[in-house]
């Protein structure tokens, strides 16, 4: 079928195979044009792996570092007449080619907040790689329904204490409006702490470390964000940045119970980007605008592949200290948070309207990159081209 994008929103209902497969094959060449990983991964699990930093980070680890991997993910199968999800689309495309370089690549679709995906997970481990060293931690949802409890939680996107009201822009029009939006409960917070707090992660080493499937000496991390003053209110000491707060001191707990087996739970602080999970919060596609034309004005912009390598070569295995902030958390968004960037930043926002972001901002690019999410806008694609909707994930378990 001939697929086109159908937006809703912040969403696109359809993802197209070859846009997808052509996205993976970027990333890939991107790794293989650095120098190997030295004394990289050997056997990973990303969970979150269909996508964004998940994604990226199964790519390093498989072709900057020869690794063997599993991943666990949440994506919608296609089905003749309907394309699947561009998670399912990414995973395809990345165990081809895995396999194709002789690499193990097995993958798990399912929720992995369930305690059934992690025994499944835990089982392909110990039957097919024994034990993994890398355990990479980039779930991004809005939902999670808690094994123990059978309760379902929602997150929230809110500020807290008081409204919070700023600019915002429509990715899609280019039109710069205010929003307001009101503060959470107490009830919404505890939610969103729920879902994307930390406990998830601990349950996932927990049951690892009970089934000796980690190595001695593993490494897990999670990916978490911090971001500007401009955006703190209704990101970092917002409802979502309460659930980052979670998630960060959980990574002590799981450190200290690592100790056992030498190994160590990290949390990797990420730049703002173009993702499926960043393009539903408020405020930040206008942020994240501002930032791609002053960081490509400045050569330093990175995409979720250049994050991670970076994060792989020149902290995780750079053969030395792992360097951290006063909170131990290993900062790749350095280069977003340098000073200099960040004044030109403020200095735009302040000027920023739907006329002058036609000039000052990467509306263009930031429109780009999402189309780009769900494989549409890819440079080299055929899109009048007839493609199969239907394409198998080789390695799904
Ligand atoms: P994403 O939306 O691209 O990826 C989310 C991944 O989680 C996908 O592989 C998806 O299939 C999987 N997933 C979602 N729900 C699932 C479930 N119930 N079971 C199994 N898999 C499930 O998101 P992104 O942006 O890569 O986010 C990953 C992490 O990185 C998050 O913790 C996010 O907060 C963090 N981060 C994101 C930044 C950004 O600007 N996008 C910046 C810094 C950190
Ligand atoms: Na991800």
């Not at 969970?47 to 990226?56: D, H, K, Q, V």
């Not at 495309?93 to 895995?98: G, L, N, W």
């Not at 991004?140 to 094994?147: E, H, L, V, Y």
């Not at 000039?359 to 549409?376: V, W």
Request: net charge negative.
């Amino acid at each position: 079928m001939v697929i086109e994008p159908k937006i809703r929103g912040f969403i696109c209902l359809t993802a197209h195979p070859a846009g997808c497969e052509q996205n993976v094959i970027n990333q890939i060449n991107y790794i293989k044009s650095k120098k190997a990983i030295d004394g990289g991964p050997a056997k990973v699990l990303v969970i979150g792996a269909s996508t964004g930093f998940g994604l990226a980070s199964r790519i390093t680890s498989a072709f900057g570092s020869d690794a063997a991997t599993v991943g666990v993910y949440f994506e919608k199968p296609p089905a003749p007449g309907k394309p699947g999800s561009a998670g399912w689309y990414n995973t395809a495309a990345f165990e081809k080619q895995a396999h194709d370089a002789g690499l193990y690549a097995k993958s798990i679709n399912g929720d992995a907040f369930s305690d059934e995906i992690k025994e499944k997970t835990i089982a392909l481990i110990k039957k097919e790689l024994g034990q993994v060293d890398l355990v990479i931690y980039s779930l991004a949802s809005p939902r999670r329904t808690n094994p123990k409890t059978g309760v379902a939680h929602n997150s929230v996107i809110k500020p807290i204490g008081e409204v919070f009201t700023n600019k915002t822009v429509d990715f899609h029009t280019g039109v710069v409006s205010e929003i307001s939006i009101n503060p959470a409960t107490e009830e919404e917070i505890a939610n969103t702490v729920e879902v994307m707090g930390g406990e998830d992660w601990a349950m996932w080493i927990d049951a690892m470390k009970e089934a000796n499937v980690l190595a001695n000496g593993v490494v897990t991390v999670a990916y978490s964000y911090i971001g500007p003053a401009l955006t703190e209110k209704v990101y970092r000491k917002g409802t979502i940045g309460r659930a980052k707060d979670h998630l960060e001191a959980t990574a002590f707990e799981i450190n200290d119970s690592l100790k056992a087996i030498d190994g160590k739970a990290l949390i990797s602080v990420n730049k703002a980007l173009v993702t499926q999970a960043s393009s539903a919060i408020p405020v930040i596609p206008l942020y994240i605008s501002l930032l791609y034309k002053t960081m490509k004005a400045e050569g330093i912009h990175e995409g979720c592949i250049e994050q991670i390598q970076r994060l792989f070569e020149q902290r995780l295995y750079n053969g030395s200290t792992i360097p951290t902030d006063d909170k131990g958390r290993i900062r790749i968004d350095d280069w977003e948070m340098r000073p200099d960037v960040q004044a030109k930043v403020d200095e735009l926002w302040k000027i920023a309207d739907t006329e002058s972001l036609k000039s000052i901002g990467d509306l263009a690019g930031y429109h780009g990159d999402f189309m780009n999410l769900f494989g549409f806008e890819v440079p080299g694609v055929d899109y009048t081209a007839d493609v199969n909707e239907v394409v198998e994930v080789s390695g799904l378990v």
